[in-house]
């Protein structure tokens, strides 16, 4: 099993609609992060958390809200999803002893 | 953290070795430099990291001039699985996670047969 699993894996939604993005991992990282990839761009932080009690945003957060149920689940919802939220997006851990971060395989989300 | 360079792609022969460059002139001495790799559209994975020496691991080694500001990490026998965009990143492990690290549009290798 994959150590950081993102479900589901490709969502087409229509323009409007509340859509969650979820995130599990079996590391035992207490940080999470979501970032969101377009072509030719690179990787755009949405929010990070280091806790459950701790949410932050990140570069582009608008539109966007998380939600960190337990150390391993880290969930992104677009409350109303628009055309140009169209992209991957990642679910990313890592902690404070193992210095490497472990990304998910990926959601490539359609927003229609 | 500092920010980084790349060349937007580079190709390399089968079974020789791939150099990709990475400037990080602004670099602080707190900062680690990082490589990570991501083939096709899966997740970045990591591949090396280093501070001031050069290091060597299974997958890669990591160049880095004495004056920091540069560095080049090398796959030594790239293979066709090697394809992918290459990710060089400066860290600063005090800042406590990745909250602060821009992944970049990296460098895209190109392994030809």
């Not at chain 1, 589901?8 to 970032?35: A, F, V």
């Not at chain 1, 150390?71 to 990313?92: D, G, H, M, R, V």
């Not at chain 2, 953290?1 to 937007?8: C, E, F, N």
């Not at chain 2, 680690?32 to 997958?59: A, C, F």
Request: proline share 4%.
């Amino acid at each position: 099993d994959a150590d950081v699993t993102q479900t589901p894996r490709n969502r087409i939604t229509k323009t409007g609609k509340r859509i969650m993005l979820e995130c599990s991992q079996t590391k035992g990282h207490d940080r999470m992060y979501w970032y969101r990839q377009d072509p030719g761009l690179g990787l755009r932080l949405i929010y990070y958390s280091f806790d459950v009690k701790d949410i932050n945003k990140g570069e582009i957060s608008d539109g966007y809200s998380v939600s960190r149920q337990a150390q391993a689940k880290f969930s992104l919802s677009l409350e109303s999803a628009i055309p140009n939220q169209t992209a991957l997006y990642f679910c990313a851990t890592s902690d404070a002893v193992n210095t490497e971060a472990f990304f998910g395989q990926g959601t490539r989300l359609t927003v229609v | 953290d500092a920010k980084t360079t790349q060349p937007p792609s580079m190709d390399c022969a089968e079974g020789r070795a791939a150099n990709l460059p990475c400037n990080h002139s602004t670099i602080s001495g707190n900062e680690y430099v990082y490589w990570y790799r991501q083939i096709h559209s899966q997740g970045p994975q990591y591949i090396i990291h280093g501070l001031k020496n050069n290091e060597t691991n299974e997958m890669a080694s990591l160049i880095i001039t004495e004056d920091r500001k540069s560095s080049t990490l090398i796959l030594p026998h790239a293979t066709l699985r090697d394809t992918a965009v290459y990710y060089c990143i400066v860290r600063d492990l005090n800042s406590g996670g990745y909250q602060k690290v821009t992944f970049g549009t990296g460098t895209k290798l190109q392994v030809i047969p």
